[in-house]
């Protein structure tokens, strides 16, 4: 085999389906893989149509880069495909991507591929050759789904379609033309327009069904009625005949309604004169149905209804004996319907009237078990006269498939978003794929849910008791599932009784709006209560006024500390909402707590809100500044971290707390070390005195002096200043362990080998002792650098790799991009050139989202190593000349040494230029 590197035997068939739309799967399991880029899928997709799989890469290029500069164009094919290579590899041995795609000298080829659209157009030519008339009509029905909608525009997609256009016009021509079928329902037609994802095993559930009646149940918005629309035209297309009936909820329910609604649609339909006659056959029909306008016959209730049972038993017998297959009933919304439609529907599948189906859409817990309209149902079910198809929410390869039906080709985060929010509801799905910046809002705490989704939810809602509304408003404002213990001390505190708030939650579980969930507390069984959808707990809080959600905001916040002393971050939510004063100091603990747990995205909100509080109430807030900028800093947002450490120092300066000015000043400084600007945080240090502080403020100043010397290549300074530090630091493990790592590795940098080991080995101990395992990096990062000069690879690689699982738990961006780029330099050694630029291109796309900082150079260094050894020294020299412009601002002597070197090894090289 080709095309850099074998994998040990055939990888397992991947199946491509081109037909109604692109997907992946092996062995039938969808390929979970990421899409890095839509080039990726577009190649594959051309590669699958292209004659044996395989095309010249200037094909491939044309087809998706049209009109490209040749040195980019070649560029994007190679990025394209190491992406799709990641994606296909999902779940098999790392570079079993090869295997799938070869680049054959000039040819790009696709291997160990089934591909539908091939499947189809041979069996389709076979019918034809054969004239098997079943063969011909499957045929059909397999070309009856478009290829690769979501590129119909596309000139590359053009020649393959009109192929398909010709082979399907043959298969019409080979089909004798079918009878005219019934005119369906117009309530069919109308549910038919949105595509079916994810749901065919249901779909043939439904047009075979194993019973007389059977109940399709599911959440609202799950696609109950499309898939019953769905059934219906297929058994149309076979010969049924279709009544569709509706029972509606805003109008309540009225005497036999939907099933009313079916029997007028198919009389309505006939003939006058036809229709005139069955009344006549039928009398007891009058008075039931609009359309007759006939008076009602005379008798008692009871003598009535069992005429009207009989009439329309034998009504629907009549119809059904017009059919091929038999009759088909859709009863859409079943549960707002009448206990006479339910009484009715018995009968009906008891007498078996005219090979009756039935198809009863019925949203979840809208019926109780002790309403009387069940208990027909639950004897038909019970009898095995009828059976329950749940319709589940889609998984997410279908969900995503739905939402690029509706919006096209989107960007990751757009169809991420949507399928998140949506949990898999192909209704909330389409809507938010409809509104996809709503979407990106919400994802992100703001905005509001569609309006659609809203009208839904209040609807929802409404139907409940007043008590079961409290109790969803409740959880609407809680955002996360309450313990039972929880949810019955504050909905006491809105005046619920006890024992009248368990029939509250009892029906607002019944109706699954609220999902009941078994936990534990304190070791023992519990049970929690939470919204079953997201979208549904949104609509219903932002349905509630300003001062109704701070009150619930205080209810809750009370209850939780009460109940949950431990959960500060949950307390100051809704402190937070509720505006109350405590809010500062639950803000603050649950700001410190985060940011010691490394979850500095939380610590960042929890400090902003803090902060801008103490503002606005004219309280001090230098502390809690410098605690944030902390946070900043590990989350390499350097410009923000360097405006509110500087307001800390002017606060500190200005009560006259000179210590902590000093330690604010020794952050900044680091901060603006990392920004790549070490000179300015030098003169920020020459404002202040060390000398007149405590011991252990002393030696932060110093350690930050350090880092600075470090970044502009005075390491003999930098040892000094380690030195001082370590004398100040008192024994404490973590200033320690940072002076001695500092320290390490300016030894390094200085070819003082020896004296570099074992001061990175000292200084494990009290990294170990801080409880900072980010303070193991520096120690860790000197060792693995010793072992590769020294030829030990493996050994470097191992002490790599954990540095990189130590800075990418501490969350310091720019940490992750040194530790990758160390990477890059080992696995090379390694001789894993795909490794390498793997690492080499994640840490350069997370450099330059920081900006010009003081990694980028190091990033751009690394990528161009790869380079080099793929061939391509030209982009390499251009690269490195770029981290030079870089290093000549920020005065890094280590980055700019580098980036030399690689350009005197270029000079000296023979020039290739660029590989397309």
């Known amino acids: 085999m080709t095309g850099g590197g074998t994998v040990p035997g055939d990888p397992p068939v991947l199946t491509v389906q081109l037909l109604g739309g692109f997907s992946l799967s092996r062995e039938g399991t969808p390929l979970s893989g990421k899409w890095r880029r839509s080039s990726a899928r577009t190649v594959l997709k051309v590669l699958a149509l292209a004659p044996g799989r395989r095309l010249h890469r200037e094909r491939v290029i044309d087809a998706c880069w049209p009109g490209a500069e040749e040195t980019a164009a070649g560029r994007n094919l190679r990025a394209a495909l190491h992406a799709a290579r990641h994606v296909l590899e999902s779940g098999l041995e790392k570079g079993a991507g090869r295997s799938y795609l070869v680049a054959d000298g000039e040819m790009v080829i696709l291997r160990h591929v089934r591909v539908d659209v091939d499947e189809v157009r041979s069996a389709a030519r076979s019918a034809l050759r054969e004239g098997n008339r079943s063969a011909l009509v499957a045929a059909v029905g397999r070309l009856g789904h478009d290829l690769l909608p979501e590129d119909r525009y596309a000139d590359w997609l053009a020649p393959y379609e009109a192929e398909l256009v010709v082979l399907r016009e043959r298969l019409a021509r080979a089909l004798p033309v079918a009878p005219a079928r019934r005119r369906l329902p117009e309530a069919v037609n109308r549910h038919l327009d949105t595509p079916i994802r994810g749901r065919e095993q249901v779909l043939q559930e439904l047009a075979e069904p194993r019973w007389p009646v059977v109940v399709i149940s599911g959440e609202a918005g799950a696609g109950k009625t499309r898939l019953a629309a769905e059934a219906a035209r297929l058994a149309a297309d076979g010969g049924a005949v279709v009544l569709w009936g509706t029972a ?27 229709r005139q006659a069955t009344l006549v056959r039928h009398p007891a029909l009058a008075g039931l149905l609009p359309t007759t306008g006939a008076p009602r016959g005379k008798g008692g209730p009871e003598e009535e209804r069992t005429q009207l049972f009989h009439a329309v038993a034998s009504l629907l017998t009549e119809a059904g004996q017009e059919a091929k297959t038999g009759l088909w009933i859709v009863l859409d919304d079943l549960h707002a319907a009448d206990l006479g439609s339910f009484q009715l529907l018995y009968h009906l599948a008891r007498v078996g009237a005219g090979r009756l189906r039935v198809l009863a859409t019925l949203r979840e817990g809208e019926l109780s078990p002790a309403d009387r309209r069940m208990r027909p149902l639950t004897s038909l079910l019970a009898q095995g006269m009828a059976g329950r198809v749940e319709i589940m929410r889609l998984a997410e390869q279908d969900c995503r498939r739905l939402v690029i039906d509706a919006i096209g080709e989107a960007d990751e985060a757009t169809v991420q978003a949507c399928c998140e ?47 079961a509304q409290a109790v969803a408003e409740l959880l609407a404002v809680a955002g996360e599932p309450l313990r039972a213990a929880e949810l019955i001390e504050a909905a006491g505190e809105l005046g619920l009784v006890h024992a009248a708030l368990l029939d509250d939650l009892d029906q607002a579980v019944r ?35 300003a001062a109704r959600q701070r009150k619930l905001h205080m209810l809750l916040a009370d209850t939780f500390v009460r109940h949950r002393p431990e959960a500060v971050d949950t307390a100051a939510h809704h402190l937070s909402r509720a505006d109350d004063p405590r809010a500062v100091d639950f803000l603050r603990r649950a700001a410190r707590r985060a940011a010691s747990m490394y979850a500095n995205d939380t610590a960042d909100g929890h400090y902003r809100d803090l902060v801008a509080r103490l503002d606005a109430a004219g309280l001090p807030a230098a502390e809690d500044r410098h605690a944030w900028g902390a946070v900043l800093r590990a989350l390499g947002r350097y410009d923000r971290a360097e405006e509110v450490l500087r307001a800390a120092m002017r606060a500190f300066a200005d009560a006259g707390r000179t210590a902590r000015a000093v330690r604010a000043a020794a952050a900044l400084a680091e901060v603006l070390s990392r920004a790549g600007r070490p000179a300015e945080g030098l003169d920020v240090l020459a404002e202040h005195d060390p000398g007149a502080v405590d011991a252990r403020t002393a030696a932060l100043f110093h350690l930050a002096e350090s880092l600075l010397y470090f970044g502009t290549g005075r390491y003999t300074e930098t040892l000094e200043a380690t030195g001082r530090a370590e004398e100040l630091c008192g024994g404490d493990p973590l200033l320690l362990a940072r002076a001695l790592a500092n320290r390490a590795s300016a030894f390094l940098l200085l070819d003082r080998l020896p004296e570099a080991r074992r001061t990175a080995e000292r200084a494990l101990a009290p990294a170990e002792a801080s409880g900072d395992p980010a303070r193991l990096v520096g120690p860790f990062n000197v060792l693995a650098q010793l072992a590769q000069r020294e030829g030990r690879y493996a050994e470097a690689h191992a002490h790599g790799e954990r540095v990189l699982e130590l800075v990418e738990f501490a969350g310091d961006p720019a940490d992750v991009v040194l530790a990758r780029g160390n990477l890059v330099q080992q696995t090379l050694n390694l001789g894993d050139l795909a490794a390498a630029a793997d690492h080499a291109v994640r840490a350069l796309t997370l450099a330059r989202r920081m900006g010009e900082s003081w990694c980028l150079p190091y990033a751009l260094t690394n990528q161009a190593r790869v380079l080099i050894r793929l061939g391509r020294e030209s982009e390499a020299a251009g690269i490195l000349g770029d981290a030079l412009g870089i290093t000549n601002a920020t005065g890094d002597g280590q980055a700019c040494a580098a980036a030399t070197e690689l350009l005197e090894q270029l000079g000296e090289l023979p020039h290739r230029g660029t590989r397309r």
């Open 248 to 274: 509606h909820d805003a109008e309540g329910p009225t005497p036999y309604g939907v099933i009313s609604d079916a029997v007028n649609d198919y009389l309505a339909a006939l003939p006058d004169t036809r």
């Open 421 to 467: 929010l949506s949990g898999g509801n192909p209704l909330f799905a389409r809507e938010l794929a409809a509104a996809p910046d709503r979407a990106a809002a919400l994802r992100h705490g703001e905005g509001t849910v569609p309006e659609r989704i809203g009208y839904l939810a209040a609807q929802r809602i409404q139907s409940l008791s007043a008590g």
């Open 511 to 545: 109706s699954r709006i609220i999902g009941e969930s078994p936990a534990l507390k304190s070791g023992l069984p519990s049970v929690t209560y939470g919204f079953r959808h997201p979208l549904i707990r949104l609509a219903c809080r932002d349905a509630l006024t």
